[in-house]
């Protein structure tokens, strides 16, 4: 009998599935209601049939904070537990490997009641089956991977879509309940493997329909087309301008920055009138949105800037002769530093690359410096609005109120969680700030994953909470412990029990009036 089970056998006997002959278990942790032999495990492969009973198959997971002198924490000696009694105090139930119960208006598996600082607290804790639920993938590249919209695929099926690029990022979509339920039976396979890589850390190769094949990690740099990438651009063209004009004066005579989305040019540039440089008469091309910024100067890809240019002075539309001389200096560069060449033009003009001068080599290089490492970054999005709060409250709309008025504080395997303003309770986190192991998924398919609330006990019981069926930290320690998973609380995800946590927070709907976009 598991740890989560030796609790629950005398708190909630009633929730461990159904025997019947044979020996045969029937799991009723989720909709699938699987039928599961002695010795086996279920569908999900979290849930076993072992002697007869139904158990969760993981340990579930304890964190305990180091011990908080009031000035530093002391740190642990490594992440391993030692055996010690762990303090109730500094110990974090968290909903990996907690388990799930369906239908859901069984209580929660954990309702864990203790004291902090003198407010009675109770921490409600579960896993929840997420069918609304998907990535967000930051990519730190200025390389074109594909168009916005794009079908993204893995394994052939389309998992999700290019989405809007942010600064400096190309940005990803996968998942989401049209990708898991929506289309064939493989494409929801195929898209819940795939959430379940991301999120678990693992690498993924994607391929973008009319764009690139892209490896992704979460943590690590992306390879694109089997490239690795190295930097995320300092800023756009125009931004590098900005930043390096006044190191460049009286080194160069212009600077063009070629860049996918603003190409600047430095003597007509802002940052070039103020430090009086005369014009260079050098015409990129593209549309012109502003002096020195250009839009559209090449087409999207893999090359200078995220152009698709291997040769920069393609985008040299024309030399006034009117206005250039022979002896120019010209600089162009990326905004990675990655690519620089320099020229100087010849008595017909044209730009003639030459040997970089020392001093325009250093802030070359210091673009470089400025620029950061390339990552990607993975965004776990889920809902949790549904019945899930069922085995919180027997009133739900209370807690989807409570968490938006920031009074509950939602926790995923202790990590930070980004409540998203207005109806429902849509959630954010970052899977790098989760413990390992904390996903899972049913074959419905919907992924599982940790979630937990936090609240003073009197605001529970305000809420509807099942409080009968909460146990006290230290009961559930000492049923848990010895066979629990015990790790280190993580010292850069906040405290859950932190005094003042329970303060109302900054979104406090009202009453429903046309047009306000408040949902009640
Ligand atoms: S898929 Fe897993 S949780 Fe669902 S019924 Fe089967 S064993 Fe239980």
Redesign the pocket.
Known sequence: MSTVDKLSAAARSKQLGAVEDGGIVR????P???R?RPGR????D??ANRDGHLVRVDPVLLLEKAIDTGSDLVAFSNTEWKGNLLDPKRTFVTGVGAG?TYPDYKPAPFIVSAEHDGVDTVTVVTEGIFSYCGVKVKIDTDRHLGPETAAVRASGEQVGHVTTAEYGSQMLSIGGVRHLTGGSKKEGTVTCETLLSLCAGEPVTLAIDGGHEVVVQAGRAPLVDGQPERRMRVGCGSATVGIFARQWLGHVDEVIVVDDHITGVLTEHQAGRVLDMPPAGIRVRGRRSTPGRYFQVAKPGLGWGGTDIADPLQIVQRIDPKVARPGLRLLMTSTTGEDALYCVLDESLVPVAAEMPEAVRRVVERIGENCEPSLCTVLFVAGAGGSLRAGVTENPVLLTRSVAAGETRVTMGGAPVYVWPGGGITVMVDVARMPRGSFGY??TPALVAPIEFTLPAALYERLGGHTGDAVSIAEMLAAVAPDARIEAWRGDNPWPFKPGPFKPGPFEPGPFEPGNGAKR
């Open positions: 799991c009723d942790a989720c699938v209601l699987c599961i495990a279920g569908a999900c979290r849930y799930t049913v074959p």
